[in-house]
């Protein structure tokens, strides 16, 4: 997996293709978030989770992705992904999350704590 390679430190050499088989590899990402947070696991999961916005963050900045498609699967794995961040936020005993997405190309996502 092109994340676990970027995790571990490993040279990876960024093109159209990188962020393309990042977003293939994020099904596989999408099942370890949740064991986590099943596991109650829950700052694992947001760590996991957080690892992969910014790898996507920092490909898409190098070298975007040509498909047109780019967007409708990044908001796929969103729409897979909100399960398991629904679970991690109420066991961070967090009040709310957002998952944001902007272009030319970055997600971020916010967690609220009441003070």
């Given at each position: 997996m092109v994340l676990d390679k970027w995790l571990t430190g490993e040279v990876i050499f960024?093109?159209?293709?990188?962020?393309?088989q990042a977003l293939d590899d994020l099904e596989e990402e999408t099942e370890r978030i949740r064991q986590f947070a099943d596991a109650g696991k829950y700052w694992d999961g947001?760590?996991?989770?957080?690892?992969?916005?910014s790898f996507l963050n920092?490909?898409?900045?190098?070298e975007p992705s040509k498909r047109r498609?780019?967007?409708?699967?990044?908001?796929?794995w969103i729409q897979k992904i909100k399960g398991a961040a629904d679970k991690i936020v109420r066991g961070i005993e967090a009040n709310a999350y957002?998952?944001?997405v902007s272009a030319p190309f970055g997600v971020s996502i916010?967690?609220?704590?009441?003070v």
């Amino acid at each position: 997996m092109v994340l676990d390679k970027w995790l571990t430190g490993e040279v990876i050499f960024l093109s159209a293709h990188t962020i393309d088989q990042a977003l293939d590899d994020l099904e596989e990402e999408t099942e370890r978030i949740r064991q986590f947070a099943d596991a109650g696991k829950y700052w694992d999961g947001y760590i996991r989770l957080a690892a992969c916005i910014s790898f996507l963050n920092m490909a898409g900045q190098q070298e975007p992705s040509k498909r047109r498609d780019i967007m409708e699967r990044l908001l796929a794995w969103i729409q897979k992904i909100k399960g398991a961040a629904d679970k991690i936020v109420r066991g961070i005993e967090a009040n709310a999350y957002s998952i944001g997405v902007s272009a030319p190309f970055g997600v971020s996502i916010s967690i609220s704590y009441t003070v």
